[in-house]
């Protein structure tokens, strides 16, 4: 069987057009992570154990973290804490210093052995938002 040179040009042009156009729009594609670079933030972490909701309806609980408004930390961000673990951002204070950060414990008694500590926090993606409690 014999293919037209006619149509081996066809495909050829075809080829070298569909390749032009993916070299051309592959700089647009946006490939960039959840976490642009890997960063560990220094901060001062306290303890708490408060029951309740803070102004915009958000349940406290295991996992919860309040962060400063002046601090490097974006709401809802997804965290690893060194001496906490896996938590979320879920609400900012303007009465937290930038470096301050206040962890949620489950029993008054982790909260007073805990007191205030040097951590570690490394931003490790971006959570849902938090649903208000009915």
Partial sequence: M?????LLLAIAIIS?????????????????????????????ATAFNEYG????GIAYGPGYVIVSSHGQIPLN??????????????????KLASDEIMLW??????VKMFGE???YARIIGKGDRPHKTE
């Fill in 16 to 44: 070298t057009a569909l390749i032009l156009l993916t070299l051309n729009f592959a700089d647009k594609i946006d490939s960039k992570p959840i976490v642009e670079q890997e960063q560990i933030i220094t901060v001062q």
């Fill in 117 to 119: 500590q040097t951590a």
């Fill in 77 to 94: 961000a997804l965290l690893d804490i060194d001496i906490y673990g896996e938590c979320q951002a879920v609400a900012v204070s303007d």
């Fill in 105 to 110: 414990y489950n029993a008054p008694s982790k």
């Fill in 53 to 56: 909701t803070d102004s915009k």
């Fill in 2 to 6: 014999r293919i037209k040179p006619s």
